[in-house]
């Protein structure tokens, strides 16, 4: 029995902005756009990765959630509180250098982590930590 990584999703508030950021600035590809029952997801993914898709969905993506839940899921993306990802790079220096000069907003400059990497960080327009790591001695 085989698995393998399909599809993971990212909440974000507002799907323009961060399509300027997944897409004009990490060069991911848009490879669906839809919308239904007022929300809208859009799907990208690295060109290197075709059968992995990253899913841009609205922060409680339920038609039948309360507004309460609504409103709290909203706060805790705008904390910067949910998840987001971690990227695979083949030069970390570059990638920060190149979403730094986009107006990326730094959580951490490239640095030598102890578990074998080099890392940096970011927030996405909504909120969201992503990382970009290389392994070391590559």
């Not at 927030?123 to 590559?138: A, T």
Request: glycine content about 10%.
């Amino acid at each position: 029995m085989g698995i393998k990584l399909s599809q993971c999703f990212i909440a974000v508030d507002d799907h323009d902005k961060a399509l300027a950021f997944y897409r004009d600035v990490l060069g991911l590809e848009v490879r669906n756009d839809v919308g239904f029952e007022g929300m809208r997801w859009v799907t990208v993914g690295a060109p290197s990765q075709p059968d992995v898709d990253i899913v841009l969905e609205p922060p409680l993506a339920d038609p039948n959630a309360s507004p309460a839940d609504r409103q709290a899921m909203a706060e805790l993306l705008a904390k910067g509180l949910l998840r987001g990802v971690i990227f695979g790079t083949d030069d970390c220096d570059a990638t920060f250098e190149r979403i730094q000069a986009a107006g990326g907003e730094v959580l951490q400059e490239p640095v030598d982590q102890p578990y074998g990497v080099r890392d940096c960080a970011f927030r996405d327009p909504s909120g969201n930590m992503l990382r970009f790591s290389q392994p070391r001695g590559k």
